[in-house]
């Protein structure tokens, strides 16, 4: 689709005018407006055949508007000039509706943002007919090895922006594809994902092979006893688990207790070799450089060495702490604040293969599911692995084994790391991505056999 057709910085102004003329008729001179577009398009197969190619395109408009300490929002999906009018009057409306909250900021100044640069044409231009021929050489793949294949092959391209009366202008585009392949065998499965704002860095035969590859090789599968092992865990894996982290390195997430990091700031929380930061502007990375307040999204420092350094602060928590706002705030109102969402685990020189050479006994996780906590200070983690699950003997992979459910705090499997893979974009069980090496930690505690 052309660039002119989606939501372009033109567009924005024209809206952002016409809130502004509506509220400055209802005596309401701070507003904010925020705008998205996107327009997505999904091939999706199963049993070796495409079933469903669909695309979709939506937008959403949100004004919010502030008299003194009052404020609220209002949300539609339409940008004409009645809809306009209309949801600024009932957010002018709610915000005079609420009680006095001697939380509430004046609106935010604008700031420099930085640049990132994440829009592909090729992506946003992405055809069905281009990704039903890469769809049909994955598929190819998974028949010539007697396997069923099932996923997705999606392209997407969004614009979003931030406005408010005083002067701030946000504005982002980027583009996003994606391809995931199950194959399935008799009595195993194989997976593989891969995510990139550049659709040109997505090679769904590649990933077909290593998803056949793993289903292949997990044939006959043998069943291990629950316990402590040393475990290599893939990026992908690697993602599912550290992704339930980061809720808590939050301002607000400590003032309100809920943090696993209460009373743990500054502490030497888990091994030196982990260091992880918040770094929108890092090269496989995505997402705005703002956040929804409009302030620009710093570096954070959030692990450097094992110790717990930097959390994320969003307007309101930041004043309450007596420092500058990091830039990872959700839209306001809201009842959590902020967190990082820009992960960056840094890696280290061991290959994957490198680290199943280097174990006498162990396993390969290639990803995991039905991750739910157990613990919270804890971070005590319960879960399943999924999809290609080995036993590792003697420095090479042995067999297949029946998939496992383990209880692993967090805290000691980043404190048992023993080599790290280079980090890279992975795909996990969400659809969010990270930035993540694969790890080989020991201890890791299976508790049972699930046969799924």
Not at 171 to 178: F, N
Request: negative net charge.
């Amino acid at each position: 689709m052309p660039e002119s057709e989606l939501l372009t910085r033109d567009d924005c102004r024209r809206v952002f005018e016409l809130a502004v003329q509506a509220a400055g008729s209802l005596g309401a001179p701070d507003i904010e407006v925020s705008l998205s577009a996107v327009e997505s398009a999904l091939t999706r197969f199963a049993n070796n055949a495409i079933h469903q190619n669909v695309a979709e395109r939506r937008g959403q408009f949100s004004v919010r508007a502030v008299a003194g300490q009052r404020t609220a929002r209002a949300i539609t999906n339409r940008f004409d000039e009645a809809a306009i009018r209309s949801v600024v009057e009932q957010a002018v409306t709610l915000t005079r509706a609420q009680a006095p909250d001697p939380e509430v900021l004046p609106l935010a100044e604008p700031a420099g943002i930085p640049e990132v640069a994440r829009f592909f044409p090729a992506t946003a231009c992405s055809s069905p007919a281009e990704r039903a021929a890469a769809v049909a050489e994955a598929i190819a793949v998974a028949e010539a090895a007697s396997q069923t294949a099932a996923g997705i092959y999606s392209a997407s391209q969004s614009a979003e922006a931030l406005l408010n009366s005083r002067g701030l202008f946000a504005y982002y585009r980027e583009t996003l594809a994606q391809f995931s392949i199950t194959t399935m065998a008799e009595d195993s499965s194989g997976w593989a994902k891969a995510g990139s704002p550049d659709v040109s860095r997505i090679f769904p035969l590649e990933l077909a092979r290593r998803a056949s590859q793993k289903a292949a090789r997990a044939g006959s599968p043998r069943e291990l006893p629950s316990g402590r092992y040393t475990v290599i865990l893939e990026p992908s894996a690697v993602q599912d688990l550290l992704g339930q982290l980061f809720w808590d390195f939050s301002a607000t997430a400590l003032e309100d207790q809920r943090s696993f990091l209460n009373g743990r700031l500054g502490e030497k929380l888990f091994g030196a070799n982990v260091t992880i930061s918040d770094d929108v502007c890092h090269p496989l990375q995505n997402g705005p450089p703002f956040d929804d307040e409009g302030v620009p999204r710093k570096k954070l420092a959030l692990v450097e060495n094992g110790v717990v350094r930097e959390v994320a602060c969003s307007r309101q928590a930041a004043r309450r702490r007596g420092v500058e706002p990091t830039g990872h705030g959700f839209p306001v109102p809201n009842e959590y604040g902020e967190a990082p969402v820009n992960i960056v685990m840094e890696g280290g020189a061991t290959t994957l293969e490198e680290m199943i050479a280097s174990t006498k006994r162990g396993i390969l996780v290639t990803r995991l599911w039905y991750i739910r906590e157990v613990d919270p200070y804890q971070k005590i983690m319960t879960g399943m692995t999924r999809d290609g699950t080995f036993l590792i003997e003697d420095g090479r992979l042995a067999c297949g084994l029946h998939n496992f459910r383990f209880n692993q705090s967090l805290i000691e499997l980043l404190s048992n790391i023993e080599a790290l893979s280079p980090a890279v974009r992975a795909s996990g069980e969400e659809s969010f991505e990270m930035v993540v090496p694969a790890l080989k930690v020991r201890d890791f505690n299976f508790t049972e056999v699930t046969r799924f």
